[in-house]
């Protein structure tokens, strides 16, 4: 194949829903280049749901990982000194100063104007 | 790498089923067995190819149609079925990789009849009662199908039927609008959907395929469970249908071509006149009534467009 002229590249589609959304992975699509994958993106996935942005990325432009690779991504279960749920205890101990612990739920609600 | 050099080819199967069974999900990349890889193909290649074909007899009905919205309606059906198509042709190219094969192949395949597409998109659309129960009933019969595979262990198929069928949803009230405008009107009307009923009858049986390899030869329908790529037989899928569209059909003042129709209480099953299924392997064969028009259509049209691919291709690094 290597240097024969082809009309079928592999682009990777992803868009946004909304303005304050992620970008999230569509599908892939075949087209001839970037102008035509970005035309074929919208007549494709994009016939009812709202869309604000879209990206195409060229496949050739990923690194991936293959098979055995992903074995690297398990995780050990012995990292709770990383996560809110290896402080747990702390819910007991301000409840002695009669203090409520400001958890993940509680801090998050702060957003903007709440406080 | 390493690891799978030191595994046996066996070994690395038993893992596979286990994955599968342990209901994770297949990817691309992953290794897996010829026999997965070469059911899939198959599947999904003639599932997409179908999408692209089905919208063949439907298109037809656009300057037909009895009025602007449904024009418009139609319009948008045949666009989803395009791309639907599309979708699936993907996720069978990633499949074909290790083969060297590519969409040009696929299309060849389709031109010289290695590549079948279903049954029910080789017959004639005569009326706009049959425009109106392709939707219904072909897209419910699909809808049927389709489902049962959303949990499939192939996850790029699982995903691409995800939204397929949420579109199919519109399909289907789509075709029931239709039915139910003609349902509603004149005698003649009614008379339409009862002919087209008649019609399409023998086709909906065959579109779920054989109870079993013993009717026509082979059957893809053991290997596709055996992988969980789907979770219940072509008998199964007909009798869901049955027991789904049945009882809407009969709701119509419609009359099911089958006097020997009937629900067996005891067994929990319905009771039908078997379809003719030399007829339906012939039609696979394209030799249906409107098998070779349509597939001249596509040949037509992918001969007539070889200079935009000529055009527009280019040399990658």
């Known amino acids: ?115 | 790498m390493v690891l799978a050099a030191t595994r046996t080819e066996e070994e690395m199967q038993t893992e596979f089923l286990a994955r599968i069974e342990a209901g994770e999900k297949i990817e691309a990349d992953d290794w897996m067995p010829e026999e997965y890889r070469v059911a899939l193909i198959k599947l999904i290649s003639m599932h997409g190819i179908s999408e692209i074909m089905g919208a063949l007899p439907e298109k037809e009905w656009v300057p037909k149609a009895p009025s602007l919205r449904r024009k418009l309606g139609i319009m948008s059906k045949v666009q989803d079925e395009m791309g639907h198509g599309q979708l699936l042709l993907r996720v069978a190219e990633d499949l074909l990789k290790p083969y060297d094969r590519n969409r040009g192949d696929l299309m060849q395949d389709l031109f010289n009849g290695d590549l079948k597409f279903h049954n029910v998109f080789h017959m004639e659309t005569k009326t706009w009662a049959d425009a109106g129960l392709i939707g219904w009933l072909v897209d419910g019969a699909a809808i049927i199908t389709q489902t049962n595979m959303l949990g499939a262990s192939y996850g790029p198929y699982a995903r691409a039927l995800q939204r397929i069928c949420a579109e199919e949803v519109f399909h289907a009230q789509h075709g029931e609008s239709i039915i139910l405008a003609l349902a509603e009107g004149t005698a003649e009307q009614r008379a339409m959907i009862q002919e087209s009923l008649n019609g399409w009858w023998e086709s909906l049986l065959m579109f779920f395929g054989p109870a079993s390899s013993n009717t026509t030869g082979s059957s893809k329908q053991d290997v596709t469970i055996k992988y969980r790529i789907r979770t219940k037989t072509n008998e199964q899928l007909r009798q869901d249908f049955f027991d789904k569209y049945i009882p809407r059909i009969q709701s119509l003042g419609l009359t099911i071509p089958d006097p020997t129709l009937r629900y067996n209480d005891e067994e929990k099953l319905w009771e039908y006149a078997q379809p003719d299924w030399s007829k339906f392997k012939k039609i696979i064969k394209n030799e249906g009534p409107r098998s070779q028009a349509r597939l001249n259509l596509r040949r037509t049209s992918y001969e007539y467009n070889a200079w935009v691919r000529d055009a527009l291709s280019a040399v990658i690094d």
């Not at chain 1, 868009?15 to 280049?33: E, G, I, V, Y």
């Not at chain 1, 195409?56 to 990292?79: A, P, Q, S, W, Y």
């Open chain 1, 1 to 115: 194949m290597g240097k024969e002229a082809t009309f079928y590249q592999e682009f990777e589609v992803f868009s946004k829903r909304t303005p304050s959304a992620s970008f999230q992975h569509q599908f892939s699509l075949l087209a001839p280049n970037k102008e035509m994958a970005l035309v074929m993106a919208q007549e494709n996935f994009m016939r009812r749901e709202p869309v604000v942005d879209i990206w195409i990325v060229n496949r050739k432009d990923i690194r991936g990982l293959e098979g055995e690779e992903k074995l690297i991504l398990g995780r050990l279960n012995n990292k709770d000194y990383r996560e809110t749920k290896g402080y747990g205890y702390l819910k007991k101990k301000w409840r002695h100063y009669e203090q409520q612990m400001l958890d993940e739920k509680e801090i998050l609600s702060w957003a903007g104007d709440k406080k």
